[in-house]
């Protein structure tokens, strides 16, 4: 089970990052994110958040463990705060 999560936290940290460098989105993700920069972003920090959760589960100690997923958690709420998938036409500039 950890190393299957920890495969879908890289394939999600890669594809994020591939994202931010080459500033294009896939057509359905590009529908879902106002920019590529945030669908990026929000693959990127979801990604290493399992990444990093696995990794403290698995390998730490008790205590990194738990601060390992408190990070994780934190992450988390970055990219659903700041990175949210959104319409494009959803513009408060009106």
């Not at 460098?21 to 920069?37: D, H, K, L, Y």
């Amino acid at each position: 089970m950890s190393t299957a999560a920890a495969l879908i936290g890289l394939v999600l940290a890669v594809f994020g990052l591939r994202m931010l460098v080459t500033g294009n989105a896939p057509g359905v993700i590009a529908r879902s994110f106002r920019t590529p920069r945030q669908a990026g972003c929000y693959h990127l920090l979801f990604g290493t958040a399992v990444l990093v959760f696995v990794l403290g589960a698995t390998q730490l100690t008790e205590l990194a463990a738990m601060i390992a997923t408190l990070l994780a958690v934190a992450m988390v709420a970055v990219a659903v705060v700041y990175f949210r998938p959104g319409s494009r036409s959803r513009d408060h500039s009106e």
